[in-house]
């Protein structure tokens, strides 16, 4: 029988406490996916011209695998290599590696057109350690602290993924003096952490100083946990934050953003399993070289 009940964790000392110690909750609910009315015509391109010693990409490299088991499969009945999970699983990367960070530009765009002058400051950093003449990299962003705490704060106060996504406890566990039974969804609420009071000193407003200390250097923040915590912790955390730092410099190298004439930005989030802002107009000015 499924979980019957599920508990929402709330707290960066329970969040953590629940999702960093052990791997009492590291499984996923299992939410049936049929697999077989999700497309796999992209998978039965790449198995045509497909050389095993030369990969090109995740679904190459998966493929591989599922040759090196296949002859296994009687004893190793939980092999997880197979046709049906390589869908499953190309399906999660695209479903929770390209919307999130889409929003997260998008709520950038929304702040930095709020916030002029703080957009400005961007602008100016970008120019004094890149310049107009070359394109951003990674290099950069240890030189670039004010940049670096605009995108954290971006990400905290958009906190595109406010209740995380489940877990579900695979025993019995005491989590803040709670007894959780084995087989509940747990929803780590992650909106707890991002706007705790305890933690940010002005949660609920735009404020790239909750990243930088008084001499202005970027200061990493425990409780900056957009990707989660722990064992399931976000898979492409890494990806994300330089697609993050290359896009957004890149945009404010080329762009000033402001809203039109007359109109107000609104901030107000659309709910769904993301926050993402409202569709908005926006201006996008060439700026000089
Ligand atoms: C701003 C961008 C992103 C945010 C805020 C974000 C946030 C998250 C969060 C909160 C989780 C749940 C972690 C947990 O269960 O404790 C998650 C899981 C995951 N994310 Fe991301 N994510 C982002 C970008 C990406 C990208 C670019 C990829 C891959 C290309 C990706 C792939 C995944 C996968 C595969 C999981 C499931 C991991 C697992 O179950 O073990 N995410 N992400």
Redesign the pocket.
């Known amino acids: 029988m499924g979980p019957v009940w599920t508990v929402v964790l709330n707290g960066f000392s329970t969040l953590q406490e629940g999702?960093s110690k052990g791997d009492h909750m590291s499984d996923?609910p299992a939410f049936p996916i049929h697999t077989d009315v999700l497309p796999d015509l992209e998978i039965n391109k790449h198995r045509e011209d497909w050389n095993p010693s030369d990969p090109r990409d995740f679904i190459d490299c998966f493929l591989t695998e599922i040759q090196k088991h296949q002859d296994k499969r009687d004893d190793e009945p939980d092999a997880c290599f197979d046709g049906g999970n390589l869908v499953k699983c190309s399906f999660?990367?695209f479903g929770?590696?390209?919307e999130?960070?889409s929003i997260?530009l998008r709520w950038g765009v929304l702040y930095m057109a709020k916030y002029t002058e703080i957009q400005e400051k961007v602008q100016k950093e970008i120019d004094s350690v890149i310049g107009q003449s070359r394109e951003p990299s990674m290099e950069d962003r240890p030189n670039m602290p004010y940049t670096d705490a605009v995108i954290h704060e971006i990400?905290r106060i958009g906190n595109?993924?406010p209740h995380?996504?489940p877990?579900v406890t695979n025993r019995d566990v005491q989590i803040g003096g709670y007894t959780i039974p084995k087989g509940v969804i747990v929803m780590?609420n992650?909106t707890s952490v991002l706007f705790d009071k305890n933690e940010w000193e002005t949660p609920n407003t735009f404020n790239p100083g909750h990243f930088l200390n008084k001499e202005g250097k970027f200061v990493q923040r425990a409780a900056f946990i957009?990707?989660?915590?722990?064992k399931?912790?976000?898979?492409?955390?890494n990806?994300?934050r330089i697609?993050?730092f290359l896009l957004f410099t890149s945009f404010l190298q080329r762009f000033t953003f402001s809203m039109p004439p007359g109109v107000e930005a609104v901030f107000k989030p659309r709910v769904s399993i993301f926050l993402s802002p409202q569709p908005y107009q926006i201006c996008a000015t060439l700026r000089e070289e």
């Open positions: 999702l996923r999660d990367l929770a590696g390209t999130t960070t997260t990400q595109v993924v995380n996504l877990h780590p992650l957009p990707f989660s915590v722990g399931r912790v976000c898979l492409g955390e990806l994300a697609e993050l």
